[in-house]
């Protein structure tokens, strides 16, 4: 992913409408796996629609948690390519 806010918000972009799989880390050694589409973006975050969840239909995240590596993304044809 590249290294710069700037940089992830044109990288998405391009990417739009793509199924995405995050991976959100929500406590020391736990990890959530969140499977859907790159809805939209915005200046400060961007949407995934959901595929299947109980409660949520769309989650959004800043690019900041890229940066920081709170979450990763992982890109379908990405995952299907290196198997």
């Known amino acids: 992913m590249p290294t710069s806010l700037t940089d992830i918000k044109s990288h998405l972009d391009t990417r739009l409408g ?12 736990k990890t959530l796996e969140r499977h859907g589409m790159l809805a939209e973006t915005f200046p400060a975050v961007f949407v995934v629609e959901l595929e299947e969840d109980e409660n ?14 709170n979450i990763e993304m992982d890109f379908t044809d990405e995952v299907s390519e290196e198997s």
């Open 18 to 29: 793509e199924k995405v799989v995050v991976t959100v880390q929500v406590g020391r050694n």
């Open 56 to 69: 949520l239909k769309r989650v959004s995240y800043s690019y900041t948690d890229i940066l920081t590596k």
